[in-house]
């Protein structure tokens, strides 16, 4: 049998472009233009991975097919174009069952990637630390556990298209199986050592206040990260450029603090990878103070803050103070009308009709661009103002300082 090192193997250059064709779903309860954004996402998914789109295919359909995901027709059409194309990849907005990924890999004999599979992967090309590297490879485990049965096909796109093993036996998968979970209990074990080396480290800062970077992913965390902190943290226009957290010791006048970078959040995150990066996640969880950052030139922001609160809440972060960060303002657009902030549709005319609609319901919120570096002496003051009032709570007798 095959040695089963592929985790451990090369991840692909997302430089070097695959074609690729993207499938989304209109159900129930969707709009077009929902739709519509998500596989503009999908899209920046998958040029992240490394491939190239040529064609985005929708279809309308309540819930998706049980057994090909799509409607016979229009998998037919898919498979078509693929065929006159030439297109070797096709990638799906949803995750899809292992059935469905049989079916449809036996039907359109392309390689299948789904929403988390697209997203393991990325994580795979950007994971730097061992730390970050244990973590990905454990998701990627356990992911890959149910459908063992396309594992070959996935391996042909790892190891630069050597070629796939057909015809895998029952017992040959079972023994599959025995050693992926073996392997899951390695890295868990290995990830135990990590974390405890990880909160040793956070022992040994001492008692000094902890403010985190959050947000959705690519909503310019890291670029205020290297503003406050005057650092060079990785900041590109690509989702999860920054897997691994960072942390960087901040003196705002005469109060020093410590200021952590986290990795992205996104809409439909796999479940494997938010429990892998729980423990990534811990600068986020002890923190004092969370900056949380929007990009406001997004039409679908508050979508986007809403996957950050219910991520943060199932980490356990969903209590931790708050300061709202709409980043991006240079590229607020007074034509973009619309945004649904109170989960009915209304219209809004600046930013400043923006910031009443949030402080009235109680947020402390800030309008910045860090790219042009707009109004980030306003952050600095109020975090500096929210760091102060926390050290005096923890260290009264600093008051004579201030």
Known sequence: MEENNFLESPARNPEERDDAVLIGLIQRGQTDEEVDDYLKELEFLALTAGFRTKKVFIQRLDVPHVKTFVGSGKLQEIIEYLEEHKIKYAIFDDDLSPSQLRNLEKSMKVQIFDRSLLILDIFQQRAQTAQAKTQVQLAKYEYLLPRLTRMWTHLERQRGGTGTRGGAGEKEIETDRRIIRSQISVLKERLKKIDKQMMTQRKNRGRLIRVSLVGYTNAGKSTLMNLLSKSKVLAEDKLFATLDTTVRKVVLGNLPFLLSDTVGFIRKLPHSLVESF?????????????????????????????????????????????????????????????????????????????????????????????????????????????????????????????
């Open 278 to 402: 729980k423990s990534t996640l811990d600068e986020a969880r002890e923190s004092d103070i969370l900056l949380h950052v929007v990009d406001v030139s997004h039409p679908n922001f508050e979508e986007h803050i809403k996957v950050v609160q219910r991520t943060l809440h199932e980490i356990g972060a969903g209590d931790i103070p708050v300061i709202m960060v709409f980043n991006k303002t240079d590229l607020y657009r007074l034509e973009d009308d619309e945004f649904d902030l109170t989960g009915e549709v209304q219209a809004r005319t600046s930013l400043t009709a923006l910031r009443k609609a949030w402080t009235k319901e109680g947020h402390k919120v800030l309008f910045v661009s860090a790219k042009k570096k707009s109004k980030i002496d306003e952050m600095r003051n109020l975090l500096y103002d929210e760091v102060k009032a926390i050290h005096l709570t923890r260290y009264p007798y600093d008051k004579l300082l201030y």
